[in-house]
């Protein structure tokens, strides 16, 4: 299913939730109409907290089917609800960096990060979520996750990603990757669409090209 949409007035509907194809993660203090489009689209299980006191959840928690990976500043009672709700490998990376979102891009194949990352942390990301993490770029930008939008059946990246970027992303997540915008030309994907391999909520500015393109990419068509 494909729905076009805000949520809280917001077209970065990539803010508000993470989607795999296992669960949904999302704040409790979303709206009652955000809620019901997350479960109508995606009908499967909720987790529903919010991290490090956040309800922009989806710009600080990276996640595929096998795990969540939070940031340190996540507060000990969300992190045992999430432990509790999601059934999954749940861990934080002891890193500055908190954004996970934004920096970890990854589907049940793989994972690329920021550069930054230490071993240890890269160690971490690989136990949680259980799949093979490199460090990268995409337009050369060290806001991988944010700059790529990918589930297990495809992914766009950033209009100006190149070509060696392309290649690394394909064989890393293992799926077909083209470049596109959403939300009326932003390069940011991730912060505009939300998606898995059986749903794709895109943000309300999205054109009528930009999601005829992301839905073909992330076959739905």
Known sequence: ????????????????????????????????????????????????????????????TAANSNGIVLPYTIEDEELETIKRESEVRVDWIDSKMTAMGNIILVNDNGAICHPDFDSIAIRKIEDTLDVETIKGTVARLVTVGASTIATNRGAIAHPLAADEEIEVIADVLKVHVEVGTVNRGSPYTSLGVLANSDGMIAGSETTGVELAHISQVLGFV
């Open 1 to 60: 299913m494909i729905a076009r949409t805000d949520f809280e007035g917001d077209p970065n509907v990539g803010a508000f939730a993470v989607v795999t194809d296992r669960f949904v993660l999302t704040s409790p203090n979303m709206s009652e109409k955000s809620l019901d489009t997350l479960e109508r689209v995606f009908n499967i299980p909720f987790v529903q907290s919010t991290v490090a006191t956040m309800d922009a959840v989806g710009l600080v």
